[in-house]
């Protein structure tokens, strides 16, 4: 129920306030059908996760950082809107587990291969953790990316700019073959992340 209302007036905010174009739809309701899939997308700010989960028009896990499921207002609405706790500090296999658990029960994650969000709106390297998740869940990527939002609402900012538009663009999605999933360590992770950072790459402005 809280995921919902949550997805409701996140997509009166972003459509009314915002402007919100979304490029690609029959790319996301084709991605529907593949049951498991990881969305993976740029994050420029704070809009990025709410952004995806109205465009995208399913109910979809996403990644947050562990500090912020610990108290307060925030501690008790992630775990109702479908968070996934990540310690970036200490990276454990307990968030690893519920993300494949998830993907593996033909639900969607969202994930952002920077692991935070850019200063200045520049794509910045993907972390080897992404390529780890992949080769584990082995499921189509579909790679996403957002324009408007670091403009709308950048990191720092005290309020956000209404009525600057924010457009997301879906590009085309696509799985890796076994090969090229039967990796060990860290470069052949971050090998697999650095491809799904040049498909999101990829996608340009319209």
Known sequence: MW??????????????????????RKKI??????????????????????VVG???GKKTAFLARKSLFKKGFL???YPRLNAIPVDQERPDFTSLK????????????LIFPEGQRTEDGNLMQAEAGVGLVIAKARVPVL???????????????????????????CGDMFEFTEKELDVRGREGYQ????RVMQKVEEIQAP
């Open 3 to 24: 995921y919902w209302i949550g997805f409701w007036l996140a997509w009166l905010l972003f459509y009314l306030f915002f402007r919100l174009r979304v490029i690609g």
């Open 29 to 50: 309701r084709a991605s529907w059908k593949k049951g498991g899939v990881l969305i993976a997308c740029n994050h420029t700010s704070y809009f990025d996760p709410p």
């Open 54 to 56: 109205v465009a995208y």
């Open 75 to 77: 501690g008790w609405i």
């Open 98 to 109: 519920r993300i494949i658990k998830e993907l593996r029960e033909g639900n969607p994650v």
């Open 143 to 169: 790679p996403m990316r957002i324009f408007g939002a670091h403009e709308a609402y950048p990191p720092g900012a005290k309020w956000p700019k209404f009525f600057t538009r924010i457009t997301l663009c």
């Open 191 to 194: 090998a697999i992340a650095d």
